[in-house]
């Protein structure tokens, strides 16, 4: 593969943008390389400047669950753009997402729309700790909520280790608010609330670990921690942002059988645009600016393209079968990818949830934790990685990030990816 133009790029983009990039993990830091940089995208492809074409199993990170450039969600967004491009008032498009949101996922009775999955997080902790007076916040080792301050946290090396900044900039004051949490393990998470649970704002958890690779709950996991806040008074919210609609059409919510307090959202709610949302009960939500006391607010917030986009990619979504099919697609990619290891001799196996799976280097049977899961080989899988890409399939660009299916890939599709993993875990076995 050429990727001359690509090269040419990156180096102007170097002297210009961090890294060469707007988001950290599209400059192919920890695979090693160079990004390519992308033409068009439509159904299961992307095209790069040079001219290549690739099997997409990032879908822009997840909003693409209908493939790229859906021809409804297009078609919604130019007649949307005929009307104008922001009001900075309301529109009815923002009620009809609101009402949306809210038949799909009951336990959100009203929703505040934001412009990132980040803002939604941060917003939704700004309402627990407003709602019960309470400052701590718990987070999961190997969860990703976006950057906000009280998120870039990880724990020390005990389960109820206080926070130590991950990046430079996070104030101290802020970071010993947040208290980390193994993923899966229900003894550290009982032990935990049974010293401070008291003073336990909220516990926000990606229900299915898409950040960490893939790391499905444990059974009854969701439901434990469920228990504790409602047993503490601290809020549970599910950081849905990758799993809404996504691991099924009401989210892990429904999927799981555990409601939350409050729920955040955000790429396939925007098709493809910038949006987030967060929602929860009634008399929680209602605690926002200018219902409440709480203030949040944002300039195009509610957007009228970026509804249409979302409602029109909810509309798909919502198709009778859509995450059957996907969810189908899904076992087969993942089944035909670890027979193709293991005809190679490599250690290797697989997560999948709905339209998410994981990719794991190692001769552990079955992963599920965020200790397991950087304990795997990440030189193979980086080995993999680039051997996939040279045959025309991209994957997500790091270990440790969630593959994603969508409507798009039929049959042909993950049987020409397979054909490519045969010869990649070769490579990677040689
Ligand atoms: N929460 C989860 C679970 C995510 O995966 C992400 C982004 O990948 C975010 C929050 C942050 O969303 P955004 O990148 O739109 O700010």
Not at 77 to 106: D, N, Y
Not at 246 to 268: C, E, H, N, S, W
Not at 323 to 328: M, Q, T, Y
Request: proline content about 5%.
């Amino acid at each position: 593969m050429n990727h001359d133009r690509s090269h040419a790029l990156f180096e102007r983009a170097r002297t210009l943008l961090p890294g060469g990039v707007n988001s950290p993990v599209r400059a192919f830091k920890s695979v090693g390389g160079e990004p390519f940089f992308v033409d068009r995208a439509d159904g299961p492809w992307l095209y790069d400047v040079d001219g290549n074409r690739y099997i997409d199993y990032v879908g822009s990170w997840g909003p693409m669950i209908a493939g790229h450039n859906h021809p409804r969600v297009r078609e919604a967004v130019q007649e949307a753009i005929g009307q104008g491009l922001s009001f900075g008032a309301p529109c009815a498009a923002e009620v009809t997402m609101a009402e949306t949101i809210t038949r799909l996922v009951p336990s959100c009775e009203m929703v505040r729309m934001v412009n990132s999955g980040t803002e939604a997080t941060l917003s939704a902790i700004r309402l627990a700790r407003g709602a019960t007076g309470r400052m701590k916040i718990v987070k999961f080792e190997g969860c990703y909520h976006g950057h906000g301050d009280s998120f870039l946290v990880k724990a020390g090396s005990g389960a109820l280790t206080l926070g130590v900044p991950t990046s430079p900039g996070v104030p101290k004051a802020l970071a010993d608010l947040t208290i980390t949490l193994p993923y899966n393990d229900f003894d550290a998470a009982s032990a935990l609330f049974d010293e401070v649970g008291g003073e336990i704002a909220g516990l926000i958890i990606e229900p299915v670990v898409g950040n960490a690779n893939c790391l499905p709950p444990r059974e009854g996991y969701l439901q434990h921690l469920r228990a504790l806040c409602t047993r503490h008074g601290a809020l549970l919210i599910f950081d849905e942002v990758m799993t809404g609609f996504r691991v099924a059409l009401g989210g892990a919510q429904a999927r799981y059988g555990v409601i939350p307090d409050l729920t955040t959202f955000g790429k396939i709610i925007g098709g493809g645009m910038p949006v987030g949302a967060y929602g929860g009960r009634r008399a929680l939500m209602e605690r926002i600016a200018p219902a409440g006391p709480i203030y949040q607010a944002g300039t195009l917030s509610g957007n009228p393209v970026a509804m249409a986009a979302g409602l029109a990619m909810l509309d798909l979504v919502s198709a009778p079968g859509f995450h059957d099919r996907l969810e189908a697609a899904t076992h087969a990619l993942c089944d035909g990818l670890e027979a193709a290891a293991q005809d190679a001799g490599v250690a290797f196996t697989t997560t999948r949830v709905g339209a998410m799976f994981g990719l794991f280097f190692t001769d552990a049977p079955q992963v599920d934790t965020y200790a397991q899961a950087v304990a795997c080989d990440t030189a193979a899988f980086n080995r993999f990685f680039h051997a996939m890409l040279a045959r025309g399939v991209y994957l997500a660009p790091s270990a440790f990030e969630a593959g994603f299916m969508s409507g798009a890939h039929d049959g042909a599709v993950i049987d020409a990816t397979l054909a490519a993993a045969r010869e990649a875990f070769v490579a990677v076995a040689a």
